[in-house]
């Protein structure tokens, strides 16, 4: 069964209209039509967007973009509970306090899934933070300075 026909018939068994689903899925009614035609082919984002809004669970569909965000959390959890939900700075706790996986080193220089480049911060700490390397750059910035010196070490 090719993706076109598991969304027409998922939605046929859910008795929407293609208007319908346009409004729970955000696809637009013209680009679902084509997609169960065959007409376009569709993106996985858009793939998932309709799989969501029609809870459609079908081993044919790739879910591999899904994982892909799943292990996203799981890395941003597993930093939390290494710095015990703690902002590494000023050691304020969640909930009390609301904190952030930020990065150590910009996304762009290193690997984002790389725990070792993401700590835990209260959002006070991260905006200082990043005000600051965006006025005096990322070179005099503490977290950086102690991650690059650690790196360093035999
Ligand atoms: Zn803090």
Redesign the pocket.
């Known amino acids: 069964m090719r993706i076109g026909d598991i969304i027409r018939e998922a939605r046929k068994q859910k008795n929407l209209t293609l208007r319908e689903l346009e409004l729970l899925s955000g696809v637009s009614h013209s680009q679902i039509s084509k997609i169960e035609r065959f007409v376009d082919n569709p993106t996985k984002e858009t793939v998932y967007k309709l799989v969501e809004a029609l809870e459609i669970e079908n081993e044919l569909i790739d879910t591999s973009e899904h994982k892909k965000i799943d292990t996203k959390d799981l890395i941003r959890y597993q930093v939390l509970t290494r710095d015990n939900f703690t902002?590494?700075?000023?050691?304020?706790i969640a909930p009390e306090?609301k904190?952030v996986v930020a990065k150590i080193v910009p996304s762009e220089l290193e690997d984002e899934q790389d725990q070792n480049n993401l700590i835990t911060?209260?959002?006070?700490?991260?905006n200082?933070r990043t005000m600051q390397i965006e006025q005096e750059g990322i070179d005099n910035d503490i977290l950086y300075k102690n991650h690059e010196s650690k790196n360093q070490t035999p």
Request: hydrophobic share 20%; proline share 0%.
């Open positions: 902002c590494q700075l000023c050691g304020n306090t904190v911060l209260c959002s006070h700490c991260n200082g």
